[in-house]
T-cell receptor, first 114, second 115 residues
Framework: DGGITQSPKYLFRKEGQNVTLSCEQN?????MYWYRQDPGQGLRLIYY???????QKGDIAEGYSVSREKKESFPLTVTSAQKNPTAFYLC?????????????FGPGTRLTVT | AQKVTQAQTEISVVEKEDVTLDCVYE???????LFWYKQPPSGELVFLIR??????QNEISGRYSWNFQKSTSSFNFTITASQVVDSAVYFC????????????FGRGTQLTVWP
């Protein structure tokens, strides 16, 4: 079945540690996105990538980093510089970067940092 | 400024009631797209519908219907004869022709349908 996988579903880390969230898609989509969701908030864009080896900052990129070495993979690293990392992280992909394309979402990773 | 406003934070209804979720957007682009997504308790967002700015026809899909009005910058979503399985957070989102691939989300409306 085609889709987006994110692992793990729940992740716990100690403050000061970097952590990498996985996102893989087998939809052959060019564009991929990372969002952060906090309680009572909409989704806020962290980073997006329109094509392999290229990515752009979204609205809240500080304290995060990404790579896009393969079309199907777009991992997100939450660094120790991110002041408030506990949140629900959602990865998405779309066929391309045109504004008409809908985005498809993975199941999300809930990160808790203590 | 918020590009998409969902003023209703939470709505509770009893099964079989009709319910309308409001969405108001703001953009200067003439070409744009509006979306609705559903987020059940599992967390994954499910795509429901996309409308482009040149098509103001209302759309119906089963118990779901959408009313797009450019004059009021609104794209409201109605669920007819609601069911418990409709309980979820619903997000309205905007994509502008000038900002490729970017989706701007509202804060969502938590819908609870009681049996």
């Amino acid at each position: 079945d085609g889709g987006i996988t994110q692992s793990p579903k729940y992740l716990f880390r100690k403050e000061g540690q970097n952590v990498t969230l996985s996102c893989e898609q087998n939809l052959n989509h060019d564009a991929m996105y990372w969002y952060r969701q906090d309680p009572g908030q909409g989704l806020r864009l962290i980073y997006y990538s329109q094509i392999v080896n290229d990515f752009q900052k979204g609205d809240i990129a500080e304290g995060y980093s990404v790579s896009r070495e393969k079309k199907e993979s777009f991992p997100l690293t939450v660094t120790s510089a991110q002041k408030n990392p506990t949140a629900f992280y959602l990865c998405a992909s779309s066929i391309g970067d045109r504004s008409s394309y809908e985005q498809y979402f993975g199941p999300g990773t809930r990160l808790t940092v203590t | 400024a918020q590009k998409v406003t969902q003023a209703q934070t939470e709505i509770s209804v009893v099964e079989k009631e009709d319910v309308t979720l409001d969405c108001v957007y703001e953009t200067r682009d003439t070409t744009y797209y509006l979306f609705w997504y559903k987020q059940p308790p599992s967390g994954e967002l499910v795509f429901l519908i996309r409308r482009n700015s040149f098509d103001e026809q209302n759309e119906i899909s089963g118990r779901y219907s959408w009313n797009f009005q450019k004059s009021t910058s609104s794209f409201n979503f109605t669920i007819t004869a609601s069911q418990v399985v409709d309980s979820a957070v619903y997000f309205c989102a905007l994509s502008e022709g000038s900002t490729l691939g970017r989706l701007y989300f509202g804060r969502g409306t938590q819908l609870t349908v009681w049996p």
